[in-house]
T-cell receptor, first 116, second 112 residues
Framework: AQKITQTQPGMFVQEKEAVTLDCTYD???????LFWYKQPSSGEMIFLIY??????QNATEGRYSLNFQKARKSANLVISASQLGDSAMYFCAMRRPDTGRRALTFGSGTRLQVQP | SQTIHQWPATLVQPVGSPLSLECTVEGTSNPNLYWYRQAAGRGLQLLFYSVGIGQISSEVPQNLSASRPQDRQFILSSKKLLLSDSGFYLC???????????FGDGTRLSIL
């Protein structure tokens, strides 16, 4: 079965510094996609970035980038120049092959707190 | 552009009462639709997903059900709520293919 592991329950970072949020995954699927979502205290889930298993380049989206190391099965999220508004829960997720790659499996999340 | 509406935002219900949560999507057709539940401080757990009208795939819930009466409407129901049904319920949609899912604002359900 698939599994997403986020080993950092909580992280602190100073404003304007970069931070890396860890995500490792386990899957027997050859073709898969990895996602990162942000969940502020209000509760909505905001899509941040996507990496396909066959993408040769690491995904980037503004201040977000994904450090994808396929051999190590890791897909870490890097947030550059942290802002106070980045304080939130962050979830790593991947598509589930048993649902035709439609639904997502989520990790347990990392709570990021950005300090002024 | 596409939008997803989920209501109500907050709901307090007694044990044994029925439940109906509604989710609608605008600006797209034939989306995949999903219901997830999130326990406090945890990740999301898939409850149901649907690839078309009347097509529902179920995961773990024993006393919850889902229906898709229209292309862009997804309803989560229960005939008799349990204490363990408390949580944060999120509806999501995606277009076909390996596209990201987009979530509604969620419903916070408390069972008394």
């Amino acid at each position: 079965a698939q599994k997403i592991t986020q080993t950092q329950p909580g992280m602190f970072v100073q404003e304007k510094e970069a931070v890396t949020l860890d995500c490792t995954y386990d899957t027997s699927d050859q073709s898969y996609g990895l996602f990162w979502y942000k969940q502020p205290s209000s509760g909505e889930m905001i899509f941040l970035i996507y990496q396909g298993s066959y993408d040769e380049q690491n995904a980037t989206e503004g201040r977000y980038s994904l450090n994808f190391q396929k051999a190590r099965k890791s897909a870490n999220l890097v947030i550059s120049a942290s802002q106070l508004g980045d304080s939130a829960m962050y979830f790593c997720a991947m598509r589930r092959p048993d649902t035709g790659r439609r639904a997502l499996t989520f990790g347990s999340g990392t709570r990021l707190q950005v300090q002024p | 552009s596409q939008t997803i509406h989920q209501w109500p935002a907050t709901l307090v219900q007694p044990v044994g009462s029925p439940l109906s949560l509604e989710c609608t999507v605008e600006g797209t057709s034939n989306p995949n639709l999903y219901w997830y539940r999130q326990a406090a401080g945890r990740g999301l757990q898939l409850l149901f997903y649907s690839v078309g009208i009347g097509q529902i795939s179920s995961e773990v819930p024993q006393n919850l059900s889902a229906s898709r009466p229209q292309d862009r409407q997804f309803i989560l129901s229960s005939k008799k709520l349990l204490l363990s049904d408390s949580g944060f319920y999120l509806c999501a949609w995606s277009i076909k293919g390996f596209q990201p899912q987009h979530f509604g604002d969620g419903t916070r359900l408390s069972i008394l």
